[in-house]
């Protein structure tokens, strides 16, 4: 199955979906340290992206898809999401990062199967409702095209007609979304992110996310019972948790059927620590030491026996945002791009290009690799199931 990946960044999500069985035949990014990135893993031979087509810096709003129309089964990408995350300036769809337009218009354009798009939490706060609704809804009739005179708030109201006037005619989709938090699919990281997934009408594909494997309780589950602790070899002078989640462990009665939600140890445990031990760190790719970490108030770190805190792209006042992992002591360091990577799921030997707050900022904006692999996973399967009922598989 043929599929193409809008605004790839440094390939998170296009790892994951090339991983479930999507063969890619176009990669757009506009930044060139992207580009980079995903080059020099290409020229490396690093699988999968070693058989990705060529990631030159382009500009989506000027590149045209009209090649791919009905030949590609996916479309998949994270418009930027600067107009909505929370520490941005909150411009949404005055913002001219603004980029669902062009996803859009790559959906009209492609006419695929089935999509898959990410972006921040911030969309589905109550005073981007409206958005969020204007969104779902081009999504779901892309060829009902805005004109030049049309305020976006006068398409929205047209397209809303439109939904409840008319039977689906014409390109239509299917469009769910949700909030998930990568940790409850075992990811060791506390990320939020929306997620829209939609099939073409004609499909027939019903569909919902699929439900959390890992939680918390699972988690405090095992470090109250030592099993955590025992795992990682730590004494039990050293087994510190936080009061709150002690006393909520304490309350469980039986162990969870989840599985325990993964953390910081448990990603980066085995990495040598670059600062006491920089000989052995510079064995492990793109794993430095990096100065400078502080705690102050609203920027204090990740635990490390607690999932990350979400990776940030280095926008929220300090190169990096919070990229911090607290030390068992108290102290603090910034992680190192290899631990960040683990954080957010990449291969271990795929190399980021750049300065550190350069690859930071690509790993804050990244979707964790593991995750896209699982909903492309799922979406596929559906895909074939339909091709199957149809006759042509």
């Known amino acids: ?61 000027k590149t045209s898809f009209t090649t791919h129309e009905g030949k590609v089964e996916l479309v998949s990408g994270g418009p930027p999401c600067q107009p909505f995350s929370l520490g941005g300036k909150h411009a949404a769809h005055n913002d001219a990062r603004d980029m669902w337009p062009a996803a859009v218009r790559a959906v009209r354009e492609i006419r695929p199967k089935a999509f898959i798009f990410e972006n921040v939490k911030g969309l589905t706060r109550e005073s981007f409702a409206s958005y969020l609704a204007y969104i779902v809804h081009q999504l779901t009739y892309p060829e009902l095209v805005r004109t030049d005179d049309e305020a976006w708030t006068d398409h929205l109201s047209r397209l809303e007609r439109h ?84 006393a909520r462990g304490k309350a469980l009665r039986e162990k969870p059927e989840l599985g325990a939600w993964r953390t910081t140890r448990d990603a980066i445990g085995d990495l040598p620590d670059p600062e006491l031990h920089p000989d052995l760190a510079a064995t492990h790719l793109n794993h430095r030491f990096q100065p400078g970490a502080r705690s102050y108030p609203g920027h204090t770190g990740s635990p490390l026996d607690e999932p990350a805190k979400t990776l940030k792209a280095g926008v929220h006042g300090v190169p990096g945002g919070e990229n911090m992992l607290v030390r068992p002591n108290g102290g603090v360091r910034y992680f190192t791009v290899r631990e960040s990577a683990r954080l957010q799921t990449f291969p271990d030997n795929y190399a980021f290009h750049g300065s550190w707050s350069e690859t930071m900022r690509q790993l804050g904006n990244a979707v964790p690799v593991e995750l896209a692999t699982l909903l492309a996973r799922d979406v596929r399967a559906h895909l074939l199931a339909a091709n199957h009922a149809g006759g042509r598989a």
């Not at 060139?32 to 060529?54: F, H, L, M, Q, Y």
């Open 163 to 246: 939904h409840t006037g008319h039977a689906a005619r014409g390109l239509a989709y299917r469009v769910v979304y949700r909030v998930l938090n990568a940790a409850n699919f075992g990811i060791p990281q506390r990320r939020e992110r929306v997620i829209f997934v939609g099939f073409r009408e004609d499909l027939g594909i019903e569909w919902n996310f699929p439900p959390p494997t890992y939680s918390l309780d699972a988690l405090i589950w095992d470090q109250v019972n030592g099993d955590y602790w025992e795992r990682h070899g730590i004494a039990k002078r050293d087994r510190a948790m936080d009061s709150r989640l002690l």
């Open 1 to 61: 199955m043929q599929s193409v990946e809008l605004f790839a960044g440094a390939g998170g999500l296009g790892i994951g979906i090339s991983q479930a069985g999507f063969t890619p035949v176009e990669i757009v990014e506009r930044d060139r340290w992207c580009c980079d990135t995903i080059s020099e893993n290409r020229r490396n031979g690093v699988a999968p992206v070693a058989k990705w087509p060529a990631a030159e810096p382009r500009d989506v709003t």
